[in-house]
């Protein structure tokens, strides 16, 4: 019987994602739409396009000695690393919304400052956060690193890595290591989320891996003896706590452990003694974890403020918005956060849940409630293409050209996500071995889908302890699946409707980026100090700020401001005068000037009027061009610097991405499947002959 309960468990857990492949494969569009989209059959034969590669990898794998198999494993971790750090090196993230907070707060502890934001005592759940990182900050300010945030991505790539050195672990326990654990690296090196996550300075890096490393320990745990044994159960206590603590709805994997612990006691999969020591240090762990980090942040001057935070209802309050699909949405949040004692934001949101419940009713709820599965799961990206929009450094050739690679990354990872979802319900359907590990996994992805999809704020980030679970579970099933074999006849059907396919979708794409109109580049910008508490800065006669643009070309510089005040505004590039404007600083807050290729802009505001005239400004601890802490924060303008095409002939317009590059990449696309349609390994020529 509790053998068919965890089985039951795989089933539910493939049910939700067979929903989703539905959703991610077909309406994508449909939630949480920011992106330039592709139709969903150039999606699907993309995707299909990639299981026949999968296939003839797999059948290459088999027929490769141990000892080359090795090799390529080596040859995957060597282009992982190579590309981990580059991305670390050339790609700095410049913080905006909540990670500017815990940023900045994170840089005042390192220097020794006891003062908190107002942001912290509305969202204490980020107290943590800050403290974890103005250790590493302190330590590498100690160590007279000025700039440390290169050294912080790479820290956070190896510590996203952990991540599939756990699912190796578990592969090879799962006896398919070869070809899963090659096709889990080659999934890893691929994953845009796993490079954009690992340039994201917060915490969701930090919880991205932590189900297979806990389902790895947890196997060494009961299969080890001794220190080993222990030193696996030290890891999954440590682990458990830290997640929670980082991350409060990471509960859902302390349940979904609790729960395999018990099965595996009923299925005698393990002493109960064991299990009950291994419970008691759990406890004390996450007891004592809990203590640490109350106490560190009243040590370092946090005192909680139970009139400013915001109840638990009020998230629940506005993810039952059918307007929003569920996500963030400010118009709900400030009123609560706006009201003055807690009693009376606990009322606020108790009223809102209960009209918004009466009004959707029960059909309404159950639309609701699909509507905001599809922003938790139908993106295979995981909000990774639209996560940073403010860099301190990036490369010139991705900020001029960004939403071209965006679009192609977008379209390979979400075909990648399908082909991955279909391995995954798979491997799901079709497990009976194993059943302890992968239905702990099913838990912990039916508890977060549920505690997100039913009861919380939505966002695709917010599933992405998820995403290794499917990637580990996705791989294991392409392994599984029987290997496709095909006869002549039947390898050229399939080559001629792929080659249809690949041209239908190449006319298409051509098509599409015709349509798309890009009328302009974000080059540069400094946009903190526009969310939760706006800042302004307030020009009395006169102010001088510098905008640095690393070379690339510009011709808009856009200010924030609603003041009447008459002002002028003069943009300078190497001395020289690009444009002088003078009117109501609203009216001439966005500034055009003649096309640039500077590395530099010096802005003047001459402020007329009697009384200052206010601007949109942040409070940054460190500089925006260098990324060096600075001893005091400063104020600095909010700006933005664009690019802006305006073709003197209108029929002219630049596309979404260039026909060639349309050409070049169904070209390659459509080579690789044709190669793996029509390889057949050495034995099966050999099986062949004898026959």
Request: proline share 4%; aromatic share 10%.
């Amino acid at each position: 019987m509790t053998r068919k309960l965890l089985i039951g468990f795989n089933w539910l857990a493939a049910g939700v994602l067979s929903i989703v492949l539905l959703l991610a494969a077909l309406m994508p569009t449909d939630f949480f739409n920011k992106e330039d989209w592709a139709k969903p059959v150039i999606l699907i034969v993309t995707a299909l396009g990639f299981l026949l590669i999968l296939n003839a990898i797999k059948k290459a794998c088999q027929n490769i000695s141990a000892r080359t198999y090795r090799y390529w494993l080596y040859g995957i971790a060597g282009l992982i690393l190579i590309a981990q750090v580059w991305v670390a090196v050339h790609f700095i993230d410049a913080t905006r919304a909540d990670v500017y907070f815990v940023r900045n707060q994170a840089i005042a502890l390192a220097q020794g400052s006891h003062r908190w934001t107002y942001y912290f005592k509305v969202y204490p759940n980020n107290v943590n956060s800050a403290l974890l990182e103005s250790v590493f900050i302190k330590l590498l300010l100690g160590m007279g690193i000025k700039a440390p945030w290169m050294i912080l991505n790479l820290l956070r790539f190896a510590w996203i890595d952990t991540g599939l050195l756990s699912g190796l672990v578990l592969l090879k326990h799962w006896q398919h290591w070869r070809p899963s654990g090659l096709l889990l690296m080659l999934t890893w090196l691929l994953s845009i989320p796993v490079y954009s996550y690992g340039v994201f300075p917060y915490n969701d890096a930090l919880v991205m891996p932590l189900a297979l490393n806990v389902a790895a320990l947890g196997w060494l745990f009961v299969n080890k003896h001794g220190w080993q044994r222990w030193l696996a159960g030290v890891g999954t206590w440590l682990l458990l706590a830290m997640g929670y603590v980082m991350k409060s709805n990471l509960v859902v994997l302390i349940i979904a452990v609790l729960l395999t612990v018990g099965l595996m006691v009923v299925l005698d999969k393990t002493r109960w003694r064991l299990a009950v020591e291994w419970l008691v240090g759990s406890v004390v762990t996450l007891g004592l974890i809990t203590m640490l980090m109350t106490t560190a942040a009243k040590h370092n001057g946090y005192v909680k403020d139970p009139e400013l935070a915001t109840p638990v209802t009020s998230w629940i309050a506005m993810s039952l918005n059918p307007d929003t699909q569920g996500q963030y949405h400010g118009a709900d949040f400030y009123p609560i956060r706006n009201t003055k004692t807690q009693a009376a934001k606990k009322k606020m949101a108790a009223e809102s849940i209960k009209s918004r419940v009466e009004q959707m009713g029960p059909l309404g709820l159950v639309d609701h409630f699909y509507q905001k599965l599809g922003v938790f799961y139908s993106h295979g990206d995981f909000d990774a293409i639209n996560l940073i929009a403010q860099w301190l450094k990036a490369p010139s050739r991705y900020i001029l050209h960004q939403r071209h690679y965006k679009f192609w990354a977008l379209l390979l990872t979400q075909s990648w996500y399908l082909a991955l979802l279909i391995g995954s319900i798979w491997q799901l359907f079709t497990q009976r071995k194993h059943l302890i590990s992968t239905a702990m996994l099913s838990l912990v992805l039916l508890g977060l889908t549920a505690f997100h999809v039913l009861i919380w704020e939505v966002e695709p980030r917010y599933a992405l302890p998820l995403l290794p679970i499917i990637m580990l579970l996705g791989c294991e099933g392409w392994s599984t699946m029987p290997a496709l074999a095909l006869n002549f006849k039947r390898r050229l059907a399939v080559s001629w409707v792929l080659m249809l396919g690949a041209l239908v979708g190449m006319l298409n794409l051509m098509q599409m980026s015709k349509k798309v109109t890009v009328n302009q580049i974000s080059i540069a910008m400094q946009g903190n100090g526009a969310y939760f508490t706006p800042n302004t800065l307030g020009v009395k006669t006169r102010d001088h700020f510098v905008v640095q643009l690393h070379g690339e070309q510009s011709n808009q510089l856009v200010l924030h401001t609603k003041s009447k005040n008459r002002v002028t505004i003069v943009v300078k590039h190497q001395g020289s005068v690009l444009k002088r404007v003078t009117g109501q600083a609203e009216k001439v807050q966005q500034i055009n000037y003649p096309a640039v290729h500077a590395k530099q802009l010096n802005v003047t505001i001459i402020n007329h009027g009697k009384t200052p005239a206010l601007y949109g400004s942040g409070l940054l601890h460190f500089s925006n061009d260098t990324g060096a802490i600075t001893k005091k924060p400063r104020m600095t303008m909010q700006w933005n610097v664009n690019r802006v095409f305006k073709p003197k002939n209108p029929t002219q317009k630049i596309k979404l991405t260039p026909n060639k590059s349309i050409a070049a990449m169904t070209g390659l696309f459509l080579v690789l499947v044709l190669v793996s349609i029509w390889y057949r390994p050495a034995d099966e020529l050999n099986q062949r002959k004898r026959v």
